[in-house]
């Protein structure tokens, strides 16, 4: 049992200390922001940061990455898709796991029953992805798409509780 992470470590649900959590904060503000730096503005050691980030990431509760603008990176369309779904969503949701176009996929309640975001390097390589992909998928009854226009908020820090 871990005392710092939620329900002991064994679930991601739960509460986490407010040293955890202050942890955390520091670094959805800062990914870069050294454990020295860190453990100043929360009260540990160096050392103690450096271990409570390590449970966090093992834990799964958090994990630490570079964001990046996808237009900068050769991108050139981003896109939401809404799938309506016959069947088992779950198994569908596991067949697009493994799609490197997919970087967001949620199930969901209301008019689709999965959320998918891509990211392709073009018009032609987002036509042929939804229509070879996830249009092919059995269980797939519908698709409406939402390209992306512009980008006008994207944010990672918005606390604990």
Same mark, same amino acid.
């Given at each position: 049992?871990?005392?710092?992470?939620?329900?002991g470590?064994?679930?991601?649900?739960? @509460?986490?200390?407010?040293?955890?959590?202050? !942890? !955390?904060?520091?670094?959805?503000?800062?990914?870069?922001? %050294?454990?020295?730096a860190?453990?100043?503005?929360v +009260?540990l050691?160096?050392a103690?940061?450096?271990?409570?980030?390590?449970?966090?990431?093992?834990?799964g509760?958090?994990?630490?990455?570079?964001?990046?603008?996808?237009? %900068?990176?050769?991108?050139?369309?981003q896109?939401?898709?809404?799938?309506?779904?016959? +069947?088992?969503?779950?198994?569908?949701?596991?067949?697009?796991?493994?799609?490197?176009?997919?970087?967001?996929?949620?199930?969901?309640?209301?008019?689709?029953?999965?959320?998918? *975001? !891509?990211?392709? *390097?073009?018009?032609?390589?987002?036509? *042929?992805?939804?229509?070879?992909e996830l249009?092919s998928?059995?269980?797939v009854v519908?698709t409406e798409?939402?390209?992306?226009?512009?980008?006008?908020?994207?944010?990672? @820090?918005w606390?604990t509780?």
């Open positions: 049992m871990d005392p710092l992470l939620p329900n470590g064994g679930s991601r649900l739960g @509460n986490l200390d407010e040293k955890s959590k202050a !942890i !955390i904060v520091e670094l959805q503000h800062d990914g870069r922001k %050294s454990y020295s860190i453990g100043k503005s +009260g050691s160096e103690a940061v450096r271990q409570r980030v390590s449970r966090l990431i093992d834990s509760v958090m994990e630490i990455v570079a964001v990046t603008d996808p237009l %900068s990176l050769g991108f050139a369309r896109a939401m898709v809404g799938l309506k779904v016959r +069947g088992d969503i779950s198994a569908v949701a596991g067949k697009l796991h493994d799609y490197d176009e997919i970087d967001y996929l949620v199930v969901t309640a209301g008019s689709f029953d999965l959320l998918v *975001e !891509i990211v392709c *390097e073009s018009d032609r390589h987002l036509i *042929e992805f939804v229509n070879e249009r998928i059995d269980a519908d798409l939402f390209m992306y226009l512009s980008l006008e908020k994207q944010k990672y @820090n606390g509780r």
